[in-house]
T-cell receptor, first 113, second 110 residues
Framework: DSGVTQTPKHLITATGQRVTLRCSPR?????VYWYQQSLDQGLQFLIQ???????AKGNILERFSAQQFPDLHSELNLSSLELGDSALYFC????????????FGQGTRLTVV | GQQVMQIPQYQHVQEGEDFTTYCNSS?????IQWYKQRPGGHPVFLIQ?????EVKKQKRLTFQFGEAKKNSSLHITATQTTDVGTYFC??????????FGRGTSLIVHP
């Protein structure tokens, strides 16, 4: 158990819909990363938050947004969903966000139909 | 931007054979991390290398960081069926964001 909790584990939704994925980092970790994993793209970095502030952005679509709350949990919002958004979405946390060891959650498997 | 290439994509071995996966970055790294993802699981941190030329061992696993801090390798001696999974390297550069390679999937035949 990594100590990182992601909910839900599975999500099936229709194209055009909006979903919210939730992540609770390990106790004490200030940094949260979101990654998308698909078969043909590997683990793609989406966005990083550190202590409530956005720190870095990767290949995140404009239809996607995220935030980190004062209690440090984070949410990833995906809107106007397309079939190609079907993937595993991982949240990872680290203590400092300065490139150290990252602890991954179990992931949310999103299927868009 | 920073790119991390990892080869091979797949590797089939007979149990007891050795296995190596290689990782190359387009830029000099501050550190490199290795993760293992079992089928149906999530990436689990194995190790972090920081120093140029660094070599670290964990039982049958040997990790190396190149002198130029742009490449790395993971070598497993005498593979076992428990080694099955996908091994990822993640390069950390100036942005401090772990950039993952596409991974090498290890399949061990008993």
């Amino acid at each position: 158990d990594s100590g990182v909790t992601q909910t839900p584990k599975h999500l099936i939704t229709a194209t055009g819909q909006r979903v919210t994925l939730r992540c609770s980092p390990r106790s004490g970790d200030l940094s949260v990363y979101w990654y998308q994993q698909s078969l043909d793209q590997g683990l793609q970095f989406l966005i990083q938050y550190y202590n409530g502030e956005e720190r870095a952005k990767g290949n995140i679509l404009e239809r996607f947004s995220a935030q980190q709350f004062p209690d440090l949990h984070s949410e990833l919002n995906l809107s106007s969903l397309e079939l190609g958004d079907s993937a595993l979405y991982f949240c990872a946390s680290s203590a400092t966000g300065a490139g150290g060891e990252a602890f991954f959650g179990q992931g949310t498997r999103l299927t868009v139909v | 931007g920073q790119q991390v290439m990892q080869i091979p994509q797949y590797q089939h071995v007979q149990e007891g054979e050795d296995f190596t996966t290689y990782c190359n970055s387009s830029t000099t790294l501050s550190n490199i991390q290795w993760y293992k993802q079992r089928p149906g699981g999530h990436p689990v941190f194995l190790i972090q290398l920081v120093k140029s030329g660094e070599v670290k061992k964990q039982k049958r696993l040997t990790f190396q960081f190149g002198e130029a801090k742009k490449n790395s390798s993971l070598h497993i001696t005498a593979t076992q069926t428990t080694d099955v999974g996908t091994y990822f390297c993640a390069g950390v550069g100036g942005s401090y964001i772990p950039t993952f390679g596409r991974g090498t999937s290890l399949i061990v035949h008993p």
